[in-house]
């Protein structure tokens, strides 16, 4: 099978440095980098929704799709701006398979940015991976995160996204958590200090397929990255720790964020505060809801416009990793107005007058009502059938106390 060639495979990457998005700024500086920095979207996408996924409702409305099909759809999108991929071990990535990726990502000129241990759909993994009361399911889990590191290490991806979708319970009564979530940390250590240098992205989520997944919020998942980095005992890690570089990082999602009710721009702001924003993975979602992976801005775009300005606050360089389940439409179509709904934020944010939005925000006082109504005025699509605003800076007209 040939894929459409478009250029040769870029050089072999280092660690990403993710420290600069710690980088905490005074007014003026903020500014300045505001001013000067600009947020130019890249784009992955999960392979695992190129072909339609079960459900327990409903037939697939689409026939399934071998990797080879999926894989030429994606070569299909990179002219629309699709430049990476993401796969799980060894369910859509294998040791069978690997020629086939290694062709395709020579010959397309994409890249496959993380291999994913698959740790939540066999049955071995009824009651849990990384954190199973079962010593030889721990064992076999710890293997399979192993291996999947190996390949990413092999593959030269930015990191390995870990998801705990198994791990978790549904009655609380007797748990013993404190137990349950050092076994989760501790496998996940055995496994990246067997293969350093390879960083891992976590990735919370609430509920679904458990009752209670473990490290569900984005705090739990910041409070797991710490941990584990306190087990690491290999001299590459020390050394990379040492240097002030974060090797458990996260790997957030809208969706699941969203099911914890949680605020995205708030709740992303965290990683990006220790530097350990790995990959953010988008879409839309109802708060509170069953995971439904919605393309991004149908719901909530205020929640993602805001969250897209933390981004650009910090400097977020990293990929936007489509991560939706398209029912029903094409998936070259959801892809595409994904990519479309992301760079129209990114072009409103570019847009913002930054110096008065921060006024605002550092003088609540003296700009009561001035954010939200240039928020609104910002979102209009004809901005000139609305009265213009007073300079927030100047202390008069719209936004000035009342006292």
């Known amino acids: 099978m040939t894929f459409p060639l478009t250029k040769k495979r870029a050089a072999p990457m280092p660690l990403r440095d993710l420290r600069r998005q710690a980088t905490l700024r005074t007014s003026e500086a903020l500014l300045r980098h505001l001013r000067e920095f600009r947020l130019e979207p890249r784009f992955s996408a999960g392979i695992w929704y190129f072909s339609p996924a079960a459900s327990r409702f409903h037939a697939p409305y689409t026939a399934p799709r071998s990797i080879e099909e999926r894989l030429e759809i994606a070569a299909s999108l990179v002219p629309y701006g699709l430049s990476a991929l993401e796969a799980h071990y060894p369910t859509e990535i294998n040791h069978d398979n690997l020629p086939l990726w290694k062709t395709f990502l020579r010959e397309s000129g994409m890249r496959l940015i993380t291999v994913i241990p698959q740790l939540f759909h066999d049955r071995l993994f009824e009651w849990g991976s990384l954190s199973n009361p079962d010593p030889a399911v721990r064992r076999a889990a710890v293997e399979r995160t192993l291996e999947a590191f190996l390949l990413n290490k092999e593959l030269d991806t930015d990191f390995a996204v870990v998801w705990p979708g198994i791990d978790g319970y549904e009655n609380p009564f007797g748990m013993n958590f404190a137990e349950i979530r050092a076994r989760f940390a501790d496998g996940l250590a055995e496994a990246m ?8 992205a976590f990735e919370p989520k609430p509920y679904e397929p458990r009752g209670r997944i473990l490290f569900g919020t984005t705090a739990e998942g910041m409070l797991l990255c710490r941990a584990v980095e306190s087990r690491l005992q290999g001299e590459q890690q020390k050394r990379l720790l040492g240097e002030g570089h974060a090797l458990c990082c996260m790997n957030p999602e809208i969706g699941h964020m969203l099911m914890s009710y949680e605020d995205l721009p708030y709740a992303v702001s965290w990683p990006l505060s220790e530097g350990r924003l790995a990959h953010i993975h988008i879409n839309s979602q109802p708060a509170g809801n069953f995971d439904q992976d919605l393309n991004v801005g149908v719901v909530h775009p205020e929640q993602f416009e805001a969250m897209m300005y933390v981004l650009a606050m910090h400097g977020y360089e990293g990929f936007f ?23 129209a934020a990114a072009d409103r944010i570019q847009s913002v007058d930054h110096e008065s939005v921060l006024y605002a925000v550092e003088h609540p006082d003296r700009a009561r009502g001035w954010l939200e109504a240039y928020l609104v005025r910002l979102r209009s699509a004809n901005p000139r059938l609305l009265p213009p605003l007073d300079d927030v800076r100047s202390g008069d007209g719209e936004g000035r106390s009342p006292a």
Do not use: C, K, L, W
Not at 193 to 200: E, I, K, Q, S, T
Not at 321 to 343: C, Q
């Open 193 to 200: 200090d067997a293969v350093p240098g390879v960083r891992v």
């Open 321 to 343: 990793g489509i991560d939706i389940n398209p029912v029903r439409m094409p998936v070259e179509t959801a892809i595409r107005i994904n990519i479309d709904a992301v760079r």
